[in-house]
């Protein structure tokens, strides 16, 4: 099963009944990953999260540091925004009051989550 599949089936039962994930991408916070202090020192200072892109609001979940890909609580939701995530293989974004950083893997989920909220801004 790919992995963005995988993402919205453990997402998914932490969400109201009436929310349907439209878009997921994972993040993390904490030390930059450009930090110098890698390995296994850093993840003693990151923390992974799991966004699941809803119709009106993005919602932050936090997860393990071994088992990333499950979420284990909602942290707290955003109303949804435009990311445009730029750089060649970490993307700086600010979610609520935190600073993710987004993985090269997951630019193409936001870019499609950015391009849906950008057409429905649009005036007919």
Not at 13 to 32: E, K, Y
Not at 73 to 102: E, F
Request: aromatic share 8%; hydrophobic share 40%.
């Amino acid at each position: 099963m790919p992995l963005r599949d995988k993402l919205t089936a453990r997402a998914q039962p932490l969400l109201a009944p009436n929310d349907q994930i439209r878009h997921v991408f994972m993040t993390q916070t904490g030390m930059s990953p450009y930090s110098p202090i890698g390995g296994a020192l850093g993840l003693l200072f990151r923390k992974y999260w799991i966004v699941a892109v809803t119709d009106t609001q993005m919602v932050v979940m936090g997860s393990g540091r071994l088992t990333s890909t499950k979420p284990k609580s909602i942290a707290y939701a955003v109303p949804r925004q435009i990311i445009d995530p730029q750089g060649k293989l970490w993307a700086k974004t600010t979610l609520g009051n935190t600073t993710h950083y987004i993985h090269r893997r997951f630019f193409k989920d936001v870019q499609a989550q950015d391009a849906e909220l950008q057409a429905r801004e649009v005036p007919s």
